[in-house]
């Protein structure tokens, strides 16, 4: 079975502010070119069996993207979508928003990014959603790693981070995104120190040197187990994702530098890490009833607010994540 943990949805002419569209216009990166997401985030991951979605709460750098509305897209395929909520800690009513999102929403696992949420990751507010999460058992998916958003520290991105939280919550299960680029060697230490921190792949291959160096240090230090498959949709696809990984040794070319095994790939790609998240697979969980009904309408209404989506056939050349 294949998962892709890391998929992202959002609706960029309702959910990103003004400074998050600065900043992605900075980076050549037009939103408009991703078409319809919602069509598109359906058809690309039925290349995995099932896919981690969540969007982004996380208002220091711009992102508003509601947790109702990544609830519902959810719902359009709630045999192989699991929905995760995010949580803004800057924002007032931590805990009032998790139970909501867990309870009437029913999310599966939490989105946190300190980088883009302005917070440092052993923050307080952090340490109160680390905790709900623990006594839950709702794994955590943290963008431990750079980006192309503005106006907050980088220090907040430092995979290192992550390992006093993992000595702090033993029991959390943690996925640093993006294998914490380019701070990989970090991630790799955290991760196989710490029983319960995984990384995924997502937004790599498309820097394949600095991919191939990622995973030689990771089977050079034996954590190739701890990483899980992800994609980042829409800034590159689950299809894409996959072949880029499988196509990992190609930038070797005749150089004579050791290639990665195929079967270290595929071990990767077919990792049970809903087993290993402690998710149940979403097919065999129970049909939603009131609160998915709830976000259906909200998104309903919503769409009938927004214009039509604009469309276009490629991706943006410059990735971003
Ligand atoms: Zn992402």
């Avoid at 949580?87 to 990014?113: F, M, S």
């Avoid at 991630?187 to 710490?194: L, P």
């Avoid at 149940?280 to 039509?308: C, I, N, S, V």
Wanted: aromatic share 8%.
């Amino acid at each position: 079975m294949i998962v892709d943990v890391h998929t992202h949805f959002f609706r960029p002419e309702l959910d990103f502010g003004s400074r998050l569209m600065a900043d992605l216009a900075r980076c050549g990166v037009n939103p408009a070119a991703w078409g319809d997401l919602r069509a598109r985030h359906l058809a690309t991951t039925k290349a995995a069996d099932v896919a981690i979605v969540f969007g982004l709460q996380a208002a220091a750098t711009g992102w508003n993207i509601p947790n109702e509305a990544v609830a519902a897209q959810v719902q359009s395929a709630p045999e192989r979508l699991i929905f995760f909520a995010s949580i803004d800690p800057a924002r007032p009513g931590i805990e009032e928003e998790l139970e909501h999102n867990h309870q009437e929403l029913h999310c599966h696992g939490v989105k946190l990014a300190p980088i883009y949420q302005g917070v440092h990751p052993l923050d307080p507010r952090y340490r109160r959603i680390y905790a709900y999460c623990q006594q839950h058992k709702l794994p955590i998916l943290i963008h431990m790693a750079t980006t192309f958003s503005s106006g907050t520290p980088l220090e907040y991105a430092r995979p290192a981070q992550i390992d006093q939280v993992a000595i702090d919550f033993p029991d959390l299960k943690i996925i640093m995104a993006h294998l914490g680029h380019p701070w990989e060697g970090e991630t790799i230490a955290v991760i196989r120190r710490n029983p319960n921190v995984y990384a995924d792949l997502s937004a790599l291959y498309y820097r394949p040197w600095q991919f191939y160096n990622s995973m030689r240090l990771l089977v050079e230090y034996h954590a190739e187990s701890k990483v899980l498959f992800g994609s980042d949709f829409p800034f590159t696809t689950t299809e894409d994702s996959l072949k880029g990984l499988r196509n990992l040794n190609a930038v070797l070319g005749a150089s004579g530098l050791p290639p990665i095994a195929p079967q270290t790939i595929e071990d990767i790609i077919h990792r049970d890490a809903l087993g290993l998240l402690g998710l149940p697979h979403p097919a065999k969980t129970e049909p939603l009833t009131g609160a998915a009904t709830h976000g259906k309408e909200a998104e309903a209404r919503a769409q009938a607010e927004r214009p039509d989506p604009p469309r276009a056939d490629s991706l943006p050349q410059e990735r971003t994540s």
